[in-house]
């Protein structure tokens, strides 16, 4: 599975820096958590990625 997420990881790199954190964080969630637990997780990073937007 390792090598299917660093495939995936390389091609992020054209991505905005937001979708490639976004994505980066739904695989690190993915590897050891359950659906539901990656969906909470990443919709607490979505916040966290809207916060700091809009305080700049």
């Given at each position: 599975?390792g090598?299917i997420?660093?495939?995936?990881?390389a091609k992020?790199?054209?991505?905005?820096l937001?979708?490639?954190?976004?994505?980066?964080r739904?695989l690190?969630?993915?590897?050891?958590?359950?659906?539901?637990?990656v969906?909470e997780g990443?919709k607490?990073?979505?916040?966290?990625?809207?916060?700091?937007?809009?305080?700049?």
């Amino acid at each position: 599975m390792g090598d299917i997420h660093d495939e995936i990881a390389a091609k992020l790199d054209a991505q905005p820096l937001n979708v490639r954190k976004l994505a980066l964080r739904a695989l690190e969630l993915a590897h050891d958590n359950s659906e539901t637990a990656v969906f909470e997780g990443l919709k607490n990073w979505v916040r966290e990625i809207v916060k700091a937007g809009s305080q700049s």
